[in-house]
């Protein structure tokens, strides 16, 4: 009986050794750039592919050569935001302003993060913005960590280990990436005490749970949806009155930290009349990078900050400097009232007409290049987990051309863009485009748009 050869198997014998290939000239270069054992292992791979498709690629080379481009690739990308989201977490949130990003540069060289220059002593790296947020804020004590769920997990830490916490049920609130009140209450090693109904929580609720045992009230604020219809909250006010009568600490989680008024996001100054402690993040509404702002007013906030200070969770959760040198700028540029060099205070203010002006002016752009393009009316969004729900007017330049296509083509691109589809339509919101930015993404949108047409 004749034996039938397996034409595949032929083609997978005659394939050339890793160990020859290497050292042909060809692949020097890449030898000499990338190093020996990563061209060996991505020849290896490519080999690989080319034995189980039983079929030799003519342009082996080039797929090693992208392959190894890939591995050692930027993963983290500019990219321009035509979502119309301001503070995008998926996008970073805040953007810095370019006096922030000046700092960086004296942060990553040596600087005195550490060095009292007057004695030529060790020096406390918080005490560098301490003195800003405290004049900032108008409180009596301010300390900064790496961001907020931190800030809030050392003043449970440092303040409640062991004690119980009062908070409404309707503020056991979960954020992104399934971060939950509760466990961070757990971790801290506090014992939590729920009060209310999910709807509805009174003064009387939290004055029934205080026992010899409860080491402060909390109150979360709801900062990423609402609940609205039969409702009933206990203003911070309240809060107060009940625990400084039992001598209890009033620690108020802010969240977005608004310094001036938002829809009815609560401000810091607001917080502030009432609370022992404040917490909330650097780079959602303050305008500056990823930190917990901390702040203590009066007596027990102070005696509260300077504990969480010593507490060895703070050293574990401390700010880089780097973070400090952007946060110090930014707090500053706010002392000196120059809020418009902040990206998100410009955004929040800029007025629709200059909205308006900027997206024609990419509507003509774009015409001139053959892309169809029209002007509607539309909503941005301050996201982050503030003021959920209300938007702001805007005017949206919108894509003629497959929806889905044209957003993917666009994010796909160099640098990528990240638009919006609404009412089935791609759409670029110039709220969120930076100052400088026009014309990289109207080539962009060119290039889209010819990509997909072709």
């Not at 342009?59 to 935001?81: D, F, G, Q, T, W």
């Not at 160099?414 to 709220?431: S, T």
Request: with cysteine; glycine share 10%.
């Amino acid at each position: 009986m004749r034996r039938i050869r397996d034409s595949r198997s032929d083609r997978a014998a005659s394939l050339p050794a890793v160990g020859t290939l290497v050292n042909e000239p060809a692949y020097a270069g890449l030898v000499s750039e990338f190093g020996r054992p990563r061209v060996v292992e991505a020849i290896r791979a490519q080999i690989a592919v080319e034995r189980n498709s039983g079929a030799a690629d003519a342009e082996r080379y080039a797929a090693v050569e992208a392959k190894l481009r890939s591995l050692v690739a930027p993963r983290l990308r500019r990219v321009i935001n035509a979502s119309g989201v301001i503070l995008h977490t998926n996008l970073g949130r805040a953007p810095l302003s370019k006096t922030a990003v000046d700092a960086l540069a004296v942060a990553a060289g040596y600087s005195n993060l550490e060095l009292d220059l007057a004695t030529g002593r060790r020096g406390e790296r918080s005490s560098l913005v301490s003195g800003l947020l405290e004049s900032l804020f108008d409180c009596d004590m301010a300390l900064a960590v790496n961001n907020n769920a931190a800030a809030v997990l050392l003043a449970l830490t440092a303040l409640c280990k062991g004690k119980e916490v009062v908070v409404s049920r309707g503020q056991l609130v979960e954020i992104g990436g399934s971060f939950r009140m509760p466990d961070v209450m757990r971790l801290s090693g506090a014992r939590m005490v729920e009060v209310g109904t999910t709807n509805r929580t009174r003064a009387a609720d939290y004055d029934g749970a205080v026992t010899d045992r409860t080491a402060a009230l909390l109150r979360v604020h709801t900062s990423n949806f609402r609940v609205t219809g039969f409702t009933e909250s206990t203003s911070l006010a309240e809060m107060a009155e009940v625990a400084h009568r039992h001598g209890l600490l009033l620690i108020d989680d802010l969240g977005s930290g608004a310094m001036e008024p938002v829809a009815d996001e609560p401000t810091v100054a607001e917080s502030l009349a009432h609370s022992d402690v404040v917490t909330f993040s650097g780079d959602k509404l303050l305008g500056g990078p990823q930190a917990g702002i901390v702040l203590g007013r009066g007596e027990r906030g102070v005696a509260g900050v300077k504990k969480m200070a010593r507490h060895p969770l703070a050293r574990a959760v401390r700010i880089d400097k780097l973070t400090l040198s952007a946060l110090e700028a930014t707090v500053r540029q706010r002392l000196t009232g120059r809020l418009d060099e902040i990206p998100v205070e410009h955004m929040l203010r800029v007025p629709v007409d200059e909205i308006r002006r900027r997206a024609a002016f990419w509507l003509v752009k774009l015409a001139d290049r053959g892309v169809e393009t029209t002007l509607v009316g539309g909503e941005s969004a301050v996201g982050g987990g503030s003021v959920p729900g209300h938007g702001l007017p805007t005017v949206l330049l919108a894509i003629a051309g497959p929806p889905s296509r044209l957003a993917l083509a666009l994010r796909n691109g160099d640098p990528p863009v990240i638009a919006r589809i609404e009412n089935d339509v791609c759409c670029l919101d110039p709220r969120t485009v930076l100052k400088g930015e026009d014309e990289i993404l109207v080539d962009a949108v060119e290039v889209a748009a010819r990509g997909i047409g072709k």
